[in-house]
């Protein structure tokens, strides 16, 4: 799994400061797409060591880490290790597909849905994109609504 960007970002996670990282080889080319330049198998490895090193420089600043497209079976073993390491952090995983994680319990938000131009991102009413809040439980709640204004 390779990155290509990072940033803190606000926007994302409702009530979170979140550590993003942009994952190339997204396999959903959807047209519109923000970030096309992530459909490419590029940038730079992310393993663990590099993603510790960068949780460590942002620790107590971020409460959220994010990883957003690509799609990669090795992000859920990421989360794995840092919901052990850093239990702290709540874990995001942005996909354009449609089919949740096998463990859901390793993440605290998974937005799902491929991007459809006609129909908006996250921020329109009419989106088929949903984020939902993983509960202790394991069960699914739709936060979208909190992107509507």
Request: aromatic share 12%; proline share 4%.
């Amino acid at each position: 799994m390779k990155y290509m960007t990072t940033g803190i970002v606000f926007t994302e996670i409702p009530d979170e400061v979140t550590l993003e990282l942009g994952i190339s080889n997204c396999p959903y080319r959807c047209e519109g797409c923000h970030s096309p330049f992530l459909q490419a198998d590029l940038g730079e490895e992310l393993t663990w060591i590099k993603l510790k090193e960068m949780i460590e420089t942002n620790k107590g600043l971020i409460t959220c880490l994010l990883i957003s497209g690509g799609d990669s079976l090795s992000a859920e073993y990421l989360f794995k290790l840092i919901k052990l390491e850093y239990p702290k952090i709540k874990t995001a995983w942005y996909s354009g597909g449609e089919e949740l994680p096998k463990n859901v319990r390793y993440f605290d938000y998974i937005k799902l849905g491929p991007y459809k131009k006609d129909l908006g991102g996250l921020k329109s009413l009419t989106t088929n994109q949903r984020l939902y809040k993983v509960e202790d439980n394991g069960t699914l709640t739709d936060i979208t609504n909190k992107f509507w204004k």
